[in-house]
């Protein structure tokens, strides 16, 4: 990023995981992520790692495990922001995968709308328009719920179906719905989050942009994050911030973030 793309849009990531999440490489360590963010001029690194079903998610060993990493941070005393929160899902319309233990420690929610690949996540319809539809249903899942900070990756949950690609689901989503859903989140302070699988992958997801400039036009908050598994991801990340600032001209103020950071 150049300096004043830097001072327009602070570096962030409000979407990392650490090897707490069980799809993250073991590099990912929080000391190791912090190291590599300092390096590449990071403003904040957010970590948000799975919270699954209990049947998966040891809940009190994880509630554990976040606190830990809140009092290391503090004694630490990094040269960024850094925030411990936690990425939780809808399981179906209306049913969100939740827990009271680690939500207490969780300094921001981001809630992933899409998890079709897991086995307990309801993924509804057959056509685009009726998978559409049913993505629409869980964002606004996780717009009713009230820790919900940030939706992640829209339209780029690992479909069942390989032609419900994003473009073509965007193509069939009732735009007239969206607007309520921005209507939604602008009143909840709900920020749609803009990361790699829609930014690095155009022939397959370039089109819910549109999605993004449909959020910002309507006077809703986007996040950005890296949903990074692993350190070369967040390295890539820093090196394309700058793209993503000046195609969709963000500016901190569009932003969702931290209190103190501009």
């Given at each position: 990023?150049?300096?004043?793309?830097?001072?327009?849009?602070?570096?962030?990531?409000?979407?990392?995981?650490?090897?707490?999440?069980?799809?993250?490489?073991?590099?990912?360590?929080?000391?190791?992520?912090?190291?590599?963010?300092v390096?590449?001029?990071?403003?904040?690194?957010?970590?948000?790692?799975?919270?699954?079903?209990?049947?998966?998610?040891?809940?009190?060993?994880?509630?554990?495990?976040?606190?830990?990493?809140?009092?290391?941070?503090?004694?630490?005393?990094?040269?960024?922001?850094?925030?411990?929160?936690?990425e939780?899902?809808?399981?179906?319309?209306?049913?969100?995968?939740?827990?009271?233990?680690i939500?207490?420690?969780?300094?921001?929610?981001?809630?992933?709308?899409?998890?079709?690949?897991?086995?307990?996540?309801?993924?509804?319809?057959?056509?685009?328009?009726?998978?559409?539809?049913?993505?629409?249903d869980?964002?606004?899942?996780?717009?009713?719920?009230?820790?919900?900070?940030?939706?992640?990756?829209?339209?780029?949950?690992?479909?069942?179906?390989?032609?419900?690609?994003?473009?073509?689901?965007?193509?069939?989503?009732?735009?007239?719905?969206?607007?309520?859903?921005?209507?939604?989140?602008?009143?909840?302070?709900?920020?749609?989050?803009?990361?790699?699988?829609?930014?690095?992958?155009?022939?397959?997801?370039?089109?819910?942009?549109?999605?993004?400039?449909?959020?910002?036009?309507?006077?809703?908050?986007?996040?950005?994050?890296?949903?990074?598994?692993?350190?070369?991801?967040?390295?890539?990340?820093?090196?394309r911030?700058?793209?993503?600032?000046?195609?969709?001209?963000?500016?901190?103020?569009?932003?969702?973030?931290?209190?103190?950071?501009?």
């Amino acid at each position: 990023m150049s300096i004043a793309e830097a001072a327009s849009a602070p570096l962030v990531s409000l979407h990392t995981h650490t090897d707490l999440s069980h799809c993250a490489k073991p590099e990912m360590t929080i000391d190791a992520a912090v190291a590599l963010a300092v390096e590449h001029g990071y403003r904040v690194l957010g970590f948000s790692d799975h919270v699954h079903i209990a049947e998966v998610t040891d809940r009190p060993a994880h509630a554990q495990r976040l606190r830990q990493y809140r009092s290391h941070r503090d004694e630490a005393d990094w040269p960024i922001q850094v925030l411990i929160g936690g990425e939780f899902e809808v399981k179906a319309k209306g049913v969100m995968v939740e827990c009271d233990e680690i939500l207490e420690v969780c300094e921001y929610t981001v809630v992933a709308p899409n998890h079709y690949h897991l086995d307990w996540v309801e993924c509804v319809g057959r056509t685009c328009a009726e998978v559409a539809a049913h993505e629409l249903d869980c964002f606004e899942t996780a717009l009713d719920w009230p820790y919900t900070d940030i939706i992640a990756h829209p339209y780029v949950g690992k479909l069942r179906e390989p032609e419900h690609e994003p473009n073509a689901m965007w193509k069939a989503t009732d735009k007239g719905r969206i607007r309520a859903l921005i209507e939604m989140a602008k009143e909840g302070g709900v920020a749609m989050e803009i990361q790699p699988a829609l930014w690095y992958h155009p022939e397959r997801a370039g089109r819910v942009a549109e999605l993004i400039d449909l959020w910002l036009d309507g006077g809703a908050l986007v996040s950005l994050g890296s949903d990074a598994h692993a350190l070369a991801s967040l390295q890539t990340w820093a090196e394309r911030y700058g793209e993503i600032v000046e195609r969709f001209d963000l500016s901190a103020e569009k932003m969702w973030l931290p209190p103190n950071v501009s």
